[in-house]
């Protein structure tokens, strides 16, 4: 396998291999010195070259922009994304986000920007005039904003801005409901009990699909039946791409969450071994009607795989969610899978997180505490996201409390 740039292979008088980097550093009094490190894998070797390149190009930028006196957007949105420290789908989808902000205001001093200014460019990016020439939803608005306002509480914390008015701008929301919280998620995102109910029922999954075509409505059902019963106890879409059979103990009745995700990434779809959040990778009981839809599953697969004969292009450690050959299926094509069962069950359509925040809506319902909630979801902050976003209540929950106190 071929070293990248910057690491040589260097063989010691011992006979023992080593990964060599050496690279020109700043020095204190202005000149460039060599530092030279050694290290037992090419892999370790490239990490130490990747965390040395981000520091000196960050301490680069920081230098540039205190000689010149000024911090400009596209330094100051390149400095916070360089301290996220995330995966490559949410870093993908925070730079996306700030794009149009660095488009309109990149070379422009963070201090002359103005809340009205950004006000403008959210107006802008809604009615399709903005960066790029796309009008952009207000789920799409709203996070841009909120990137935009972590780049700036950095920049105050800095002490780059001595006052932060963007911090006041107030995200977009829906026209039926100005009263909605900042941060809360439409209650219309929710699956009803009845809804639940009426999906499961109908992809039970419980007829080997021997008859009709593999696009009918009826194959469909059942290929589409693990998806939903995983989607409806919380799993994140990445999660339930990358599923393997390996992250499932049958026999236990356990499942090993985000073991791997399998997520879209700069055009590109990939396999990666972390999740979402630091509790993302979490060990999940699972429900026993959940069991049943696996072990159907499962035994599907094997029903698949000699059907296909040569075609089947299954891995070893095949993934749950699969093809009719056996190929992973990707994140995108959870959505078209999603959109086809809620049409075929009846349910009105909603996104496929929907299925998310429809588990965590239930546990709370059902008593669970923030805490336990947030340890099912894989969420790291113990329980604050799911008071804040996930703990709505209907009127007909809040009429059963008369019930409770009586």
């Known amino acids: 396998m071929a070293l990248r740039n910057g690491v040589k292979k260097v063989e010691l008088p011992s006979g023992d291999i080593r990964y060599q980097v050496r690279v020109w550093v700043p020095a204190p009094d202005g000149t460039r010195v060599q530092q030279r490190r050694r290290f037992e894998t090419s892999k370790a070797a490239g990490e130490f070259l990747d965390d040395l390149q981000d520091k000196l190009k960050e301490e680069a930028v920081q230098a540039a922009a205190d000689e010149a006196g000024v911090v400009t957007v596209a330094e100051a949105v390149e400095r916070w994304l360089a301290a996220q420290r995330i995966n490559q789908t949410t870093l993908a989808a925070y730079t996306a986000a700030l794009a149009p902000l660095v488009e309109r205001f990149g070379n422009r001093d963070v201090r002359t920007i103005s809340d009205g200014e950004v006000e403008k460019l959210v107006q802008d990016l809604a009615g399709g005039v903005g960066p790029g020439g796309r009008k952009w939803k207000r789920t799409s608005i709203n996070p841009m904003l909120a990137r935009t306002k972590a780049v700036w509480k950095d920049l105050e914390r800095r002490n780059v801005l001595s006052e932060n008015s963007i911090q006041f701008i107030k995200p ?170 809620l049409r075929y069950a009846g349910v009105d359509h909603r996104k496929l997180h929907a299925a998310r925040h429809t588990a965590a809506s239930r546990l709370i319902a059902a008593g669970a505490t923030p805490s336990a909630v947030a340890a099912w979801l894989g969420h790291a902050d113990g329980g604050t996201l799911v008071l804040r976003t996930y703990a709505h209540t209907d009127v007909s929950e809040v009429d059963a409390l008369a019930d409770m106190l009586g």
């Open 172 to 341: 977009l929301r829906k026209k039926d409901d100005p009263d909605t919280y900042e941060g809360a998620l439409d209650l219309s995102s929710r699956l009803s009990e009845a809804e639940v109910a009426r999906l499961v029922a109908m992809h039970s999954g419980e007829h080997l699909p021997l008859v009709g075509g593999p696009r009918s409505p009826q194959y469909m059902a059942v290929a589409h039946s693990p998806m939903i019963h995983l989607a409806l106890i919380g799993l994140r879409r990445g999660e339930l791409a990358g599923l393997r059979w390996s992250a499932i103990d049958l026999e236990a009745g356990r499942i090993t969450v985000a073991m791997r995700t399998r997520v879209r990434v700069t055009g590109r779809t990939i396999d990666q071994k972390n999740g979402k959040t630091a509790g993302a990778r979490r060990s999940l009981k699972l429900p026993a009607s959940v069991l049943t839809i696996l072990r159907r599953t499962q035994e599907r697969q094997k029903i698949a795989e000699k059907r296909a004969g040569e075609a089947w292009v299954g891995e070893r450690d095949l993934h749950v969610l699969t093809h009719w050959d056996g190929s992973a299926v990707a994140p995108r094509t959870l959505n078209d899978w999603w959109k086809e069962a």
